[in-house]
């Protein structure tokens, strides 16, 4: 049941909606982009659209607090996902905080404007970094992934906060980079003890409210095979003969499946909100010259997994020591197993949190049909749940065009996110 402040706040950023998109097609043109492994930020982009978020915050009288990250002082544990040598250098991170004026509850909205790379540009019909608008939709990378949930969280503050609302409790806005990658700008929040009640991280969730996601491990496994001239007759691998590391790969790779499958049913890798635990062989390479016997392939793989689970890294290894005892070659040289990023934990906070029923409650009192979801990948929701201990939930408009050519943000979605978290802001700050 919607109040009279609420009603005049959500009727303020109607007749604001204007101002919501211009908002977001400023942080479109701002190219921040995730480095690649090796690699650091080079542009000034990723200062300048923290400079606008900060100047925004100051004139609505937040603290402010603007950093750069030193990856090699972040705390690693398990489950955090810490590249140490990772330069995170031209990335700050910005915690903005609004003390209130009374004991409310304090919330957290968090929000990462790092974006993956817009890839061909040729697939495009919409400039990636230009925030076009057709169709009742703003394009570009990142208008649902996320810097609309950007936009739509420091709009909602700002509306609020100009229509002369005083919140009762704190009000932290957390913009970071890096979670499309490592999700250590979070972490670095949280190492650096920023905390809240609860938190809400308005990720592009089909305006559902998202309450678990996956963990993740990525891996390279090398099948190592013996060279050989492939059009001559080969002895037995024990009297010198060539072995094909391709044959032996695929013994592999149709184990992964297995495990894949065995998870499918077994009782620790279900969830009511995620689908089961699965390992994917994502890249292969192997061979060398047509004619040669190929005497190595390297299979990288990914492996998604639900919260509870602690660690995949070891039932891998049995797995492929199973293969490897049933085959001599194998045996005799076992497949070697690496892991190429630091596994991360998957998160889930309970139905019964207060924060999950407000954010139900918002929902339906803006007219959606409420229901609770999952991710197959994680968000940085991790970090806040696990490290720090926070409640939190995302809200925010359509998925589906994440990551892909052309992605847009549906204008009503935007306006509507926007208004979902005014009034989970006003509720739950007080």
């Not at 013996?226 to 590391?245: D, S």
């Not at 991790?382 to 990551?403: E, Q, R």
Request: glycine residues 8%; hydrophobic residues 35%; contains cysteine.
């Amino acid at each position: 049941m919607l109040s009279d402040k609420e009603r005049k706040v959500l009727d303020l950023i109607d007749q604001n909606r204007g101002e919501i998109i211009e908002y977001l097609r400023k942080l479109i043109n701002f190219k921040t982009i995730t480095p690649d492994k090796g690699c650091k930020a080079e542009s000034d982009d990723y200062k300048d659209l923290q400079d606008l978020i900060r100047m925004t915050l100051e004139e609505l009288n937040f603290d402010i607090d603007v950093w750069e990250i030193d990856s090699s002082e972040l705390k690693n544990f398990p489950g955090s996902g810490i590249m140490h040598d990772r330069d995170l250098s031209n990335m700050p991170v910005l915690v903005g905080k609004l003390g209130g004026k009374d004991q409310g509850k304090s919330l957290i909205l968090n929000g990462h404007y790092d974006v993956v790379p817009a890839g061909i540009i040729e697939n495009w019909k919409h400039h990636p970094f230009k925030g076009e608008i057709e169709d009742n939709k703003i394009f570009g990378r990142g208008t649902n992934d996320m810097k609309g949930g950007i936009a739509a969280m420091v709009q909602a503050t700002k509306i609020i906060l100009k229509s002369g609302v005083e919140l009762k409790g704190d009000l932290l806005v957390q913009t970071v980079p890096e979670e499309e990658t490592t999700c250590m700008g979070t972490l670095s929040c949280c190492q650096k003890g920023y905390t809240a009640d609860a938190a809400i991280i308005p990720e592009p969730t089909d305006m559902k409210v998202l309450v678990a996601v996956r963990g993740n491990l990525y891996g390279k496994i090398t099948v190592l095979g013996r060279a050989g001239h492939a059009e001559m007759p080969q002895p037995h691998w024990t009297e010198g003969g060539a072995v094909n590391a391709i044959s032996k790969a695929k013994k592999i790779i149709e184990a992964l499946e297995e495990l894949t499958e065995e998870w499918r049913t077994r009782p620790n890798t279900q969830h009511k909100y995620l689908h089961p635990d699965a390992i994917i062989p994502t890249v292969i390479r192997g061979g060398e010259w047509p004619v040669t016997y190929p005497e190595k392939v390297e299979i990288q793989f990914g492996t998604m997994f639900v919260p509870n689970t602690k660690n995949k890294l070891e039932e891998i290894e049995e797995k492929l020591k199973s293969v490897a005892n049933n085959d001599s070659w194998l045996k005799a040289h076992p497949p070697i197993l690496e892991v190429l990023d630091e596994w991360v934990y998957g998160a889930e906070v309970d139905e019964n949190e207060p924060i999950v029923k407000l954010g139900l409650e918002v929902l339906k009192d803006l007219g959606f049909e409420t229901a609770l979801r999952g991710y197959g990948t994680l968000t940085d929701c991790v970090h806040l749940i696990n490290c720090a201990k926070i409640p939190t939930i995302s809200i925010g408009p359509d998925i589906k065009t994440a990551h892909m050519a052309d992605e847009y943000v549906e204008i009503e979605q935007l306006i509507d996110t926007t208004k979902a978290l005014a009034l989970a802001i006003m509720r739950w700050c007080g």
